[in-house]
């Protein structure tokens, strides 16, 4: 089975655009999570979709968003980007939202923003 | 709320040393324990788990022992490689009565560096 897959691996922004970043999870699982990794503040929960739904948000300002389509593959949005977004984001998908199931995580986009 | 504190790295070893890293939690409900480890330039792979007091999570060589009683969660190995160098992670998640979480509350992570 493939594992996470999440594009594009690197990105280079600079402050104020927008940028979208995709996930695509293993087959058959239904949530997917995101997380947001930085060497100041560790590994940060930003948001949890299940069939579609965001069942649970982090402490991130409105400027990230995400949904979930029907297949379970995600996407994430940032807008007004910061120089305090670099960060390697990483996607993470399990077979359902159940504290038992692991979390399986993609290699991360590293985004750097200048 | 709920929190994971590790020891602090970073932490060298020579190769075949005993490996302790340690973890303790404050959780509101029942988490499920989990280590990850990460390697340069990778994503997060799961390294064990243990979902009640009790449990003993192991792969690899590696075990944890879900300690309720002392809210902890420490990772051990017997004799480690080169190849165990990495960053380690503790995190938990947590039910709490009927719902569900899928967050992950991790700890700051423990840097290994194993010497030949």
């Known amino acids: 089975k493939a594992g996470v897959t999440q594009t594009p691996r690197y990105l280079i922004k600079t402050r104020g655009q927008q940028v979208t970043l995709s996930c695509s999870p293993i087959?058959?699982?239904?949530?997917v999570s995101w997380y947001q990794q930085t060497p100041g503040q560790g590994l940060q929960f930003l948001f949890e979709?299940?069939?579609?739904?965001?069942?649970n948000k982090g402490n991130f300002p409105g400027r990230f968003s995400g949904r979930q389509f029907s297949n379970s593959r995600s996407e994430m949005n940032v807008s007004t980007l910061e120089l305090g977004d670099s960060a390697l984001y990483l996607c993470?998908?399990?077979?359902?939202?159940?504290?038992?199931?692991?979390?399986?995580f993609g290699p991360g986009t590293r985004l750097l923003v200048l | 709320g709920n929190s994971v504190t590790q020891m602090e790295g970073p932490v060298t070893l020579s190769e075949e040393a005993f490996l302790t890293i340690n973890c303790t939690y404050t959780a509101t409900g029942y988490p499920s324990l989990f280590w990850y480890v990460q390697y340069p330039g990778e994503g997060l792979q799961l390294l064990l788990k243990a979902t009640k007091a009790d449990d003993k999570g192991s792969n690899k060589g590696f075990e944890a022992t879900y300690r309720k009683e002392t809210t902890s969660f420490h990772l051990e190995k017997g004799s480690v490689q080169v190849s165990d160098s990495a960053v380690y992670f503790c995190a938990l998640r947590i039910r709490a009565g009927g719902t569900s979480y899928g967050k992950l509350t991790f700890g700051q992570g423990t840097i290994l560096t194993v010497h030949p």
């Open positions: 979709y299940f069939s579609e739904t965001q069942r």
């Open positions: 087959s058959g699982h239904r949530s």
């Open positions: 993470a998908s399990s077979l359902d939202n159940r504290v038992e199931e692991t979390q399986y």
